[in-house]
């Protein structure tokens, strides 16, 4: 029986070692697609993700992931990859959506405010926001964003930076989304920090404009592959009411 959101939560924990037991890559799959539901930063979805089942390909990522345990006993790996760079076909992605959802000839009022609001958001605002030169561009956006915030509240994070965190972000979401998935049907995970990035690049054909957000081993759990209970931080340290 599949686990509730809670439960879960609960079961998912950084699996070391795995069983040599294998697992249903459609399974996988579906708990992919569950993963492109996460929220995202504008609705830009920059994003990507490449599931390894190749066992050749699985031993060479686990060399790229330093021969870790859990990248070596994995029975599948799932890179999610953030795609900064892709932000002028997403935002025509969601042009094209908005022109479909108001193609009605007779649209009332309200609605054509409201797809005219939408269209210049992609037309406009996220060009503003994410166009750049050499980072030089973001920095003069930055020092211009800074002065008008002396003024009014305004969105100050458009350096170059500051976009591929959003991107990394939007990503991360859409991993734990992936991974809680996989943890209800009683599958296990481990995000994996620990690669050299160019070579997982390198063996998956990932062009060097994306960027590694983590790589995610995929198995069942094995007795030893759990190292001792769960630790957290006590939860009044990092509760905040106010």
């Keep these: 029986?599949?686990?509730?959101?809670?439960?879960?939560?609960?079961?998912?924990?950084?699996?070391?070692?795995?069983?040599?037991?294998?697992?249903?890559?459609?399974?996988?799959?579906q708990c992919i697609e569950q993963a492109v539901l996460a929220p995202?930063?504008?609705n830009l979805q920059l994003w990507e993700f490449y599931h390894v089942t190749d066992s050749k390909k699985i031993q060479e990522m686990s060399s790229a992931c330093f021969n870790q345990n859990t990248a070596k006993t994995a029975k599948q790996l799932v890179v999610v990859v953030a795609r900064k760079d892709l932000w002028k076909q997403r935002a025509s992605a969601?042009?094209?959506?908005?022109?479909e959802a108001f193609s009605k000839p007779d649209l009332e009022a309200h609605l054509l405010k409201r797809k005219a609001i939408a269209t210049n958001y992609y037309k406009k605002l996220i060009p503003t926001v994410y166009a750049d030169v050499l980072g030089i561009l973001g920095y003069i956006k930055y020092l211009l964003f800074q002065i008008i915030g002396l003024f009014k509240p305004v969105y100050r994070q458009?350096?170059?930076?500051?976009?591929?965190?959003?991107?990394?972000?939007?990503?991360?979401?859409?991993?734990?989304n992936f991974m809680i998935s996989m943890a209800a049907i009683g599958y296990d995970t481990c995000p994996m920090e620990g690669s050299d990035t160019v070579r997982v690049k390198k063996i998956l054909n990932i062009p060097s404009s994306a960027e590694i957000n983590m790589v995610i081993s995929c198995g069942i759990r094995d007795d030893k592959g759990i190292y001792g209970s769960r630790f957290r931080i006590p939860f009044e340290e990092v509760y905040h009411a106010v």
Excluded: F, W
Aim: proline fraction near 2%; include cysteine.
């Design 40 to 42: 995202t930063s504008s």
């Design 1 to 29: 029986m599949e686990k509730t959101v809670s439960e879960a939560i609960a079961y998912r924990r950084s699996c070391r070692v795995y069983k040599n037991t294998p697992i249903e890559t459609e399974k996988v799959k």
């Design 158 to 176: 458009v350096r170059q930076s500051d976009m591929r965190i959003v991107a990394h972000k939007s990503a991360g979401l859409a991993a734990q």
């Design 94 to 99: 969601n042009i094209k959506y908005i022109n």
